[in-house]
């Protein structure tokens, strides 16, 4: 599949501030999906979005599925040590398959 | 819910050699599961699709006969790299797709191989 745009490519952070990325696509994705992935280990699932308009929160967490269907982004509230990690975008379309983003990895300065 | 898993986590192998990666979902049933390649400091690049019953679909520029896929029952699909060279050296990780279920792919932890 693509690659979607994801930025920031990587940000460091001051732990409490909040963080935002975003995704853009020149294609409609039916689902857009936010995983985590730290090193040595497989993404984790972190907020998937079905609709258009769609704001959803997982603690933390909260990601929009943009109303064109072509962008989301990602915010992460009062960041914590253990948000350090590289988080990827993916928009699936009809034949199921996930195209993602190049990641944006986080740090976090204590 | 929706836990995939793999096995081995690691493995090391000689040159010429075999290796097979299995790729199960614990708790769910997975019509379709997917392979991916992930190089350092880079995205995960999908290899192939693999369908219970049938025949994997293969990625452009993706070698079926280097990395075969059987997907034999609805919470196992393998991936074996066949005649292993240091350039197959890579982290390979498998997701699944809940049967029946929306678009969202659970990944499992991911297969480091090292081709010496």
């Known amino acids: 599949g693509q690659q979607l745009n994801q930025s920031p490519q990587s940000m460091f952070i001051q732990e409490g501030e909040d963080v935002s990325m975003n995704c853009t696509s020149s294609?409609?994705?039916?689902?857009w999906l936010w995983y985590k992935q730290d090193p040595g280990e497989g993404p984790v699932l972190l907020i998937a979005?079905?609709?258009?308009?769609e704001l959803t929160s997982n603690g933390r967490l909260t990601a929009q599925f943009g109303i064109t269907r072509k962008d989301s982004f990602l915010n992460i509230s009062a960041s914590i040590p253990s948000d350090v990690g590289i988080y990827f975008c993916?928009?699936?379309?009809?034949?199921?398959?996930?195209?993602f983003g190049a990641g944006t990895t986080v740090t976090v300065r204590a | 819910g929706a836990v995939v898993s793999q096995h081995p986590s690691r493995v090391i192998c000689k040159s010429g050699t075999s290796v097979k990666i299995e790729c199960r979902s614990l708790?769910?049933?997975?019509?379709?599961m997917f392979w991916y390649r992930q190089f350092p400091k880079k995205s995960l690049m999908l290899m192939a699709t693999?369908?219970?019953?049938?025949?994997?679909?293969?990625e452009q520029g993706v070698e079926k006969d280097k990395f075969l896929i059987n997907h034999a029952s609805l919470t196992l699909s393998t991936l074996t790299v066949t005649s292993a060279h240091p350039e197959d050296s890579s982290f390979y990780i498998c997701?699944?797709?809940?049967?029946?279920?929306?678009?969202?792919?659970?990944f499992g932890p991911g297969t480091r191989l090292t081709v010496l």
């Open positions: 693999s369908n219970e019953g049938s025949k994997a679909t293969y």
């Open positions: 997701s699944a797709r809940v049967s029946g279920g929306t678009d969202t792919q659970y």
């Open positions: 993916a928009g699936a379309s009809n034949d199921y398959k996930l195209s």
């Open positions: 708790d769910f049933q997975a019509t379709t």
């Open positions: 979005l079905y609709k258009a308009g």
């Open positions: 294609s409609i994705f039916n689902t």
